[in-house]
């Protein structure tokens, strides 16, 4: 059951059947730089001009943002070319200021979400505003802290609200720059249908080439929008230069999306699904049968195992048993990745199960070869 009370994304941006579209500089750098953005991003069907006024830097020294002076940049850039505005708040200051200047809506950063003396504070600020308000996922992939976030600004009285995925940060390499967890995005759509999804693809890549890609598969996962970084010189952006793109290629970008339908009332369409998806509820169902008869043999290995006096891991068995399942897996065109996770799985399971067995040694018993 949902604990957020939230009004559709449709009620308070009109934006039905495509994806809601917030584009713009990471950061203002002057009136003109907004300007000139916002006058090559007319025409692109962008809903709202976003720019940083105030910068969250990791590392000192860094350019950290204009400040108050570049809302009334950033509002008139907007209404010349007739978008609507967005900026980045951290503090109650930079709300009310944000407010103040009529800016039309408001983003948390992931550096202040990981913070619910931060949030809370904002969501004070924030109090019964009819300013959409969107929270950027954590910088670590914790559920609770984003939902937490989303929680302390409605129970504000704030309706307006949704979220935005913006990667995570993980350890080792990837090839993102904030890792996407597609999973969770859709763990929250499952928990909270009504709250809308806007993918933000500049942050997960960190790379200007790899933009459409990700921006692809977040239509294609029915997600509700987008925020991408958009520069009249991305290269000598003041930050964040590797991966925003010009108006241009913003509106190419948008133009070259394959926006997927929710659903389709096509009956054909329809029957056939309704065909494929009976056989993918009878395979389900196959799966947790097999599931259940393969941890009854583990039941019955377990309580072999006790009988002799024997420990539940062999990890040699462990590994050869691996091996042959991924050759196995491999050879049916399947990921290497997916079958070994879900043999990691099944494993983990059966070593608590059969520990659960050797715990429930009958009274009185003695194991041949126990010495007591
Ligand atoms: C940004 O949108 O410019 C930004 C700083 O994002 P994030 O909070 O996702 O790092
Ligand atoms: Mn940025």
Not at 109 to 138: C, H, I, M, W, Y
Not at 221 to 237: C, F, R, S, V
């Amino acid at each position: 059951m949902s604990t957020l009370v939230t009004a559709s994304l449709a009620a308070w941006s009109g934006v039905e059947g495509r994806p809601l579209v917030i584009a713009g500089p990471c950061s203002a750098e002057s009136e003109e730089q907004l300007l000139e953005t916002a006058r090559r991003l007319h025409g692109a069907r962008v809903d709202y001009f976003r720019a940083g006024i105030w910068k969250a830097r990791t590392r000192p020294a860094n350019f950290e943002g204009i400040g108050d002076a570049a809302l009334p940049w950033l509002v008139k850039a907007g209404r010349q070319f007739g978008m609507k505005t967005a900026t980045e708040v951290a503090t109650p200051a930079h709300v009310e200021a944000a407010l103040h200047h009529g800016v039309d809506l408001l983003w948390i950063g992931a550096r202040t979400t990981v913070n619910p003396f931060s949030v809370q504070e904002l969501a004070d600020a924030l109090r019964g505003v009819t300013t959409p308000v969107l929270v950027k996922n954590p910088t670590s992939p914790d559920m609770a802290l984003w939902l937490g976030a989303l929680e302390r600004i409605n129970r504000a009285g704030v309706r307006r609200l949704g979220v935005i995925h913006r990667g995570f940060s993980v350890a080792g390499n990837t090839r993102f720059r904030n890792a996407p967890m597609w999973e969770l995005a859709i763990e929250f759509r499952r928990m909270h249908p009504d709250v809308p999804i806007i993918t933000d693809p500049s942050h997960i890549t960190g790379r200007r080439e790899m933009i459409l890609d990700v921006a692809q598969h977040a239509m294609d996962l029915g997600l509700d929008g987008l925020m991408i970084e958009a520069h009249p010189n991305p290269d000598q952006a003041w930050s964040d230069a590797a991966q925003q793109v010009t108006p241009e290629r913003l509106s190419e970008i948008l133009a070259l999306l394959k926006v997927r339908r929710e659903t389709s009332a096509d009956v054909e369409y329809l029957a056939s699904l309704e065909v494929l998806r009976d056989r993918i509820d009878h395979l389900d169902h196959d799966l947790l049968d097999l599931l259940a008869k393969r941890m009854r043999v583990v039941e019955e290995i377990g309580e072999y195992k006790r009988a002799n006096n024997v420990a539940t891991l062999q990890v040699s068995r462990w590994s050869a048993l691996l091996e042959d399942r991924l050759a196995r897996a491999v050879e049916l065109g399947l990921a290497p990745e997916y079958a070994q996770a879900i043999y990691e799985i099944i494993h983990r399971e059966s070593v608590r199960r059969q520990s659960e067995v050797m715990s429930e040694e009958p009274a009185g018993s003695t194991p041949p070869g126990r010495q007591d």
